[in-house]
């Protein structure tokens, strides 16, 4: 008996951070941080003896102007001045009796990247990870901290546990994200001010696990009965919650497998709603600071499985754009997104689902985040999306919102064969339609596949799990870099493409 409680304090004890009275910062903030940039103030936390008064005092180029705070429930908490890019900084947060520091820390821009194995997958299992691990030492500002893979049963305040604290590269750079290392160099190339990268994710994980259960709620995704590491919200607990608090610039996210085979038809609701749900507790818990429509960056899934008739990556795909194929759109603002589709990796040594070729899907998505997240002008990151379809007798001409690069294909494209105009339903097969001809801006498919009594009723493009090899699906923008997204149209659908 006595023993067992025993465990019980000492674990209480162990999920409490404050009640030792001792001045320290939250478990997120230590040497060779990064802290967000001005116009946003970023926000600094920790803990110290119950009502207390913290000074914090920001060193460096600039003197900021002391900032004070009274601890309270163990907890002080400063919001900064503005500060513009650069450093380094000291940090020294001080009372009566003692103080606690944090030494070369950076101002500049703070990324969260999130989602499953895709974001997990390291520096060190890419291709060219010696090369990308060498050139990593000509990056000393951009910052990486990683989050430890923990979950809650209830939202915490900090993080349990941290797995990479905040370090310069090439320290712990080869068991960082790949993803987030290359869109935080990539953008440091063109920003040339520090960046901070914040990794939390965790392989095999749905999206329920990340979202509040707010956001779930909107969706009907109740609670699941069952335990598990499927149990709604434990991660959001855990890895996320922990986060609102530490002023933000934007997130990118890499997720989706994991719902191909859960809750796969509420994707369409579960993304959007998850996105937004962080945009407004972000926003409220750094005090207004992080921006309520933050930029929200992703990647389309990749590929799995070769010559697999499977619907379900083609789905989610829709479905990671609220089913309009594109983004930014209405229902997800503000939002940009790295086609991958074109990347396959059949040989990967880390099975299929993970193609080590993370540079071309991080350099897509620092092309959306210049156009997006800072506004760049003329920095094309999307990929050709059709802006009309018109059908004539054997034939279907798809014009594209921008120049094409096209290569033959018997089919890509596909039609719907149906009994009538009615949308693709059961009575329908879909048929390949093969590209007869195109010109800058037009794609002409064949539908002579449809025997003559039959309605075309929809026609897609790249459905299919693996649509194309390396680098060589059919379409891509003039430049040949940006991939055309895959695209469903049908004809009665009040979504996508009205004008077949
Ligand atoms: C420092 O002062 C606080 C009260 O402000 C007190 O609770 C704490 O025990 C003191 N710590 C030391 C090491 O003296
Ligand atoms: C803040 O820190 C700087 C550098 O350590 C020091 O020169 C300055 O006196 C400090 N200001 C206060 C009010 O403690
Ligand atoms: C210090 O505070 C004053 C008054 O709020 C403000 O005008 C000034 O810009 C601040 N200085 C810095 C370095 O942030
Ligand atoms: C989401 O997708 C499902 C399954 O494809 C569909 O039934 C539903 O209407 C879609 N919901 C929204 C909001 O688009
Ligand atoms: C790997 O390096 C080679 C040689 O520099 C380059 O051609 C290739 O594109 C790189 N691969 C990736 C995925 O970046």
Redesign the pocket.
Known sequence: MAIQLYVVFALVAASIHDCDGVLRFASYYNDHMVLQKSPERAVVWGYGPEGAQVKLNVSGQIQQNISQATVTNGIWRVTLDPVEAGGPYNVRASMQNSTAALTDVLFGDVWLCGGQSNMLFSVSQTFNASEELKNAAHYPHVRTFMASLVQSGTEQTDLIQVEIPWSVPPAYLAGFSAVCWLFGRDLYDKLQYPIGLVESCWGGTPIEVWSSPRALQQCGLLQQPDGGPKVNSVLWNAMIHPLLSMTIKGAIWYQGEANTVYHQ?KY??SFPAMIDDWRIKFHQGSGGQTALDFPFGFVQLSTVQKYSTSDAYP?IRW?QT??TGFVPNPSMQKTFMAVAMDLPDEKSPYGPIHPRDKQDVAFRLSLGARAVAYGEQDVAFLGPFPAKILSTSKYLEVTYDQKVSVAPSENIFEVCCSESQTPCGPKSRWVPAPIMQWDPTTVQVSTSLCSPTEEVAALRYAWRDWPCDFKACPIYSASNILPAPPFIADRRSARGINEL
Do not use: S, T, V
């Open positions: 038809e369409n609701c789905n479905h609220a089913d």
